[in-house]
């Protein structure tokens, strides 16, 4: 999605823009623009399609001065990628904006606004805000007054960066469903939509709330609030180090963020479980207390956070005995759902900023629900702030697109959670020992299962000239096939479709013939024989299948069935090790066909707008 730099400083600042911009990149986005204003006023403002290099390079020809200025990566929602369409968008040969979010209201904007005399040259949504803001400075000298009217007028969801050239040495922000967070330095300040692109400035941040509204200037920092009273905001050190972002050696990040995944989950659960028991603050102060008196569970996620919301729905149901609902965040917020007495919404998300799964959080709120509870793997974003209990990942900054440590480290907590709610209610003595114990192990296994890595590897190169491929899995497995298939369709472009083993032969068995590949998941569990039989229906047509199996039950290759056995592990932890060899699966396929493993088409890291 759209990312946010500025910077205001007595040192030019082109640099420290360019480098935020790079730092943001891992976000996705189709072009990039930059505003620099000298001391004197003079601007200048490069934009262009495609990848940031290309404007770093434009930009170094220029050599711009200036010490203050806004930059941009755009991802299209309204009007093409391109150099007219992209960011800062700007008013009179003064004001300029960048601009994360979606104006609702810009049709109406725009006509009234043309009507006034502005001509509009983009396509975009965000051109209406920089004219209001021009057109309001008429009434509003100072710029923070006139981005604070115009933000009465704007309908939507935005986060904002403002410069006029005749505010010299500031810089406006205002935060409406967008987050932005103000970087402190020495006689410098920044601001980012992603603390991540400051940390070479500063580790010392301010989250700013929604409706907040801030003037930048070197030396100072002076924010109102929605009601325009002055506020102050916490300044916070960050604990993330500037090359939590770096590749480490990796060739891609996503690879990276396969091998960091046993040390996610480790972290993830110190000091979670003490003395075989969930630790009474794991999942918020009172949250034992809470789970003891509820009879449901609702899940709302989006992509990956859903499918592990899946998998959880089998192991509360089957562990806790208590029903369980789990839901598409966008399906979710615009239906009349049943809410279930004693009900807790959990939320799952890796980046804690999708809009769909913010929205149904603030819906959820008028719906009755017991609690919020949000498993999250970034501390300041909006869904940890506005949830009541939260359980925070330590995943650490997932930079590749298509998520990996992200779910895996959701699913061991979803397992803990599935444990924590066992204990408040004092049941299944059994289960909450077995999930201790294999949760303990569990980092230990997934170093096991990287050892697939090289046979993963040949195998892949077999998908590569293919279009289409399914993916199968019964119980709690099924969704980790569905996991599969999304992970190869994001970052491979291969078709793919996951289906529990039981359902092919109502349909998607006409599809099978020797060019559609089928990936199975088949652990060691009471479904396995079933699977067995749906396996040897799928052979029967013809197809070719790779099947994950494990090593204890001694699967049999022959034609059309190539077998990769994993260690033997406990059956609860069976779906966070067989994600381990599809997410290599999908690398590798990508790999071989040359697709952008971390920035794949089309595609955005944190989506932000509906
Ligand atoms: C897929 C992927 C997406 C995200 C989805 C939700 O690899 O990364 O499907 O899982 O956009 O994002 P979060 O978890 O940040 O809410």
Not at 40 to 69: I, Y
Not at 76 to 81: D, R
Not at 195 to 211: K, S, W
Not at 277 to 298: M, P, R
Request: aromatic fraction near 6%; charged fraction near 20%.
């Amino acid at each position: 999605m759209c990312g946010i730099v500025g910077a205001v400083a007595e040192r030019p600042i082109i640099e420290i823009l360019i480098e935020g911009l790079k730092r943001l990149e891992y976000r996705g986005y189709d072009s990039a623009g930059v505003v620099v204003l000298d001391q004197q006023g003079n601007t200048s403002c490069t934009k262009r399609e495609g990848k940031v290099g290309v404007l770093a390079k434009a930009v170094k020809e220029q050599s711009p001065q200036g010490t203050t200025g806004i930059a941009h990566t755009r991802w299209a929602t309204h009007g093409v990628p391109s150099e007219r369409n992209a960011h800062p968008h700007q008013s009179g040969n003064r004001f300029s904006v960048v601009h994360n979010g979606i104006i609702e209201n810009h049709k109406e904007l725009r006509k009234s606004l043309s009507v006034d005399g502005y001509t509009f040259i983009s396509d975009t949504d965000t051109e209406v805000i920089v004219h209001l803001i021009h057109k309001l400075s008429a009434v509003y000298p100072d710029l923070r007054s006139a981005v604070f009217a115009a933000n009465q007028q704007l309908v939507g969801a935005y986060g904002m960066a403002v410069v006029d050239s005749q505010s010299l040495g500031q810089l406006v922000v205002a935060r409406s469903g967008s987050p932005l967070v103000i970087g402190y330095g020495l006689g410098e300040h920044f601001v980012a939509s992603d603390q991540l692109a400051l940390l070479p400035v500063t580790r010392r941040f301010a989250v700013l709330e929604e409706g907040d509204v801030a003037q930048i200037t070197k030396e100072s920092v002076s924010i109102i609030d929605a009601s325009g009273e002055p506020v102050s905001r916490p300044i916070e050190e960050s604990d993330i180090t500037a090359d939590a972002g770096g590749k480490a050696g990796y060739k891609h990040y996503m690879l990276k963020e396969i091998f960091e995944q046993p040390e996610a989950i480790r972290r993830t659960l110190q000091g979670r479980i003490v003395d075989g028991k969930v630790a009474e603050d794991a999942f918020g102060n009172g949250s034992l207390e809470l789970f003891e008196a509820i009879k449901h569970v609702q899940i709302v996620a989006c992509g990956t956070s859903y499918n592990a919301g899946m998998v959880a729905r089998y192991w509360i149901e089957q562990y806790v005995g208590i029903s369980c609902s789990v839901e598409i965040a966008s399906e979710f917020r615009y239906r009349e759902s049943f809410v279930h007495k004693d009900s807790l919404l959990v939320t799952l998300s890796q980046s804690g900023e999708t809009a769909d799964t913010l929205a149904a959080l603030r819906l959820a709120k008028s719906l009755g629900y017991s609690a919020s509870l949000t498993i999250c793997n970034v501390e300041t974003s909006s869904l940890v702030r506005e949830s009541d209990l939260v359980y925070l990942m330590k995943a650490g900054p997932e930079i590749g697109v298509a998520s990996t440590k992200a779910f895996t480290v959701q699913l061991a907590a979803l397992l803990l959670l599935s444990k924590a709610l066992c204990e408040a209610k004092a049941i299944n003595q059994e289960f909450c020992t077995d999930a201790a114990e294999a949760l303990n192990a569990l980092p230990t296994h997934m170093e096991q299962a990287f050892s697939l890595e090289q046979s993963v590897k040949v195998l892949s190169e077999q998908f590569a000239d293919k279009h289409h491929a399914l993916f199968l899995g019964r119980g709690d497995l099924y969704p980790v096939a569905m996991e599969g298939a999304l992970k190869l369709k994001e970052i491979s472009y291969i078709h793919a479709e996951a289906y529990a083993a039981g359902e092919l032969k109502h349909g998607p068995l006409a599809l099978v013939d020797a060019d559609m590949p089928v990936v199975v998941v088949a652990p060691s569990n009471d479904l396995l024989d079933k699977l067995k039989s749906n396996i040897e229906e799928v052979r029967a047509r013809g197809s070719v299948m790779y099947v994950f199996a494990d090593s204890d039950d001694q699967f049999e290759p022959g034609p059309g069935l190539d077998v990769v056995n994993m260690a033997h592990a406990s059956h609860l932890i069976a779906p966070i090790l067989f994600s381990i060899p599809l997410q290599f699966l999908s690398y590798y396929v990508a790999l071989v066909k040359g697709t952008d493993v971390d920035q794949p088409r089309n595609l955005a890291k944190s989506v932000t707008v509906e």
